[in-house]
């Protein structure tokens, strides 16, 4: 706009001076006269373009300024709307207590840098540290055996000489794939009793299970049993010591553990039998049970 402005301060000289050779030669021929009749119109014609053209520019200089102002509110506006937001990622705990960062569906958890959603907004949780859960996976083998309410002795993996109590409160209904194992497991919920002060979250736990209780049973080590076809049925078998002698007794079993089984029939508890085989067992006399 500077030079539109010394532009325009010049054709105002050379409108001037064209006005004043315009005067001085009207003493001059009718030639010279006209000539500088003509270069006064020129400037003049050109002076009043240059004004026109300058207030043109003056026109969209403020429509510019107008347009460059509306945009500056935007982005003011923008910014507010972003520092309004910003506050917002202030979160603040409800109570004193353990900050637990949730996980992504991976199962990884969310550091800085991590995608918030809509539909999964939670980035940290508050735990109940007073009112703690065991979760456990059982294969899909056993999950028949396991109810809700049956009695649980919980383990800490960081503390093994401790020991916990709780009780199934929940068995899920659908299977699922772990990691780096090719049989299907059951998700199990155990709610702990007790409170202690060294069960935090994400700790590792062996839990026991009851399933049932026997006032009264004899049992006898897993090892001591042995299963053969007989007449196209599964038989299972003790060897006994008889006396001097060896008897493969057939014995009805009950409910087993890891270690041990019931015997229901079969033999008593005054009956001595054998941890391993025999030596020789060609000549071992074979007892089956009374239908």
């Known amino acids: 706009m500077s030079a539109a402005r010394d532009e325009i301060e010049n054709m105002k000289y050379s409108l001037e001076e064209k006005v004043l050779l315009k005067e001085q030669s009207k003493y001059e021929p009718p030639a010279t006269i006209r000539q500088a009749e003509i270069d006064y119109d020129k400037v003049e014609r050109a002076y009043k ?40 990622f202030t979160v603040l705990a409800p109570a004193d207590g353990m900050v637990i960062y949730s996980r992504e569906w991976n199962g990884s958890r969310r550091i800085v840098g991590s995608t918030i959603s809509p539909w999964d907004p939670v980035v940290a949780t508050l735990p109940d540290l007073s009112s703690m859960q065991s979760i456990t996976y059982i294969n899909e083998i056993d999950i028949q055996k396991i109810k809700t309410n049956q009695k649980v002795i919980i383990k800490l993996d960081a503390a093994p000489n401790k020991f916990l109590t709780g009780t199934v409160t929940r068995v899920a209904n659908i299977g699922e794939q772990r990691k780096n194992s090719d049989s299907k497991v059951f998700e199990v919920v155990i709610q702990i009793n007790e409170k202690d002060t060294t069960l935090l ?3 590792t736990t062996s839990n026991e299970i009851n399933i049932a209780t026997i006032d009264s049973a004899l049992f006898v080590p897993i090892e001591c049993i042995y299963t053969e076809e007989v007449k196209g ?26 270690n041990s089984v ?24 074979v007892s089956f049970l009374m239908k």
């Open 49 to 88: 373009q240059a004004m026109k053209n300058y207030e043109t520019k003056v026109k969209q200089s403020k429509a510019k300024i107008a347009e460059v102002g509306t945009d500056l509110s935007k982005e003011r506006q923008k910014l507010t709307n972003l520092m309004d937001i910003l506050k917002e």
């Open 201 to 203: 979250p994400s700790m």
């Open 233 to 258: 049925k599964k038989l299972n078998f003790v060897y006994k010591k008889n006396g001097k002698g060896i008897v493969k007794q057939q014995v009805e079993l009950g409910i087993m553990n890891e």
């Open 262 to 285: 019931i015997i229901k029939k079969g033999i008593t508890r005054e009956d001595m039998i054998y941890m391993n085989t025999p030596d020789k067992t060609e000549n071992i006399q």
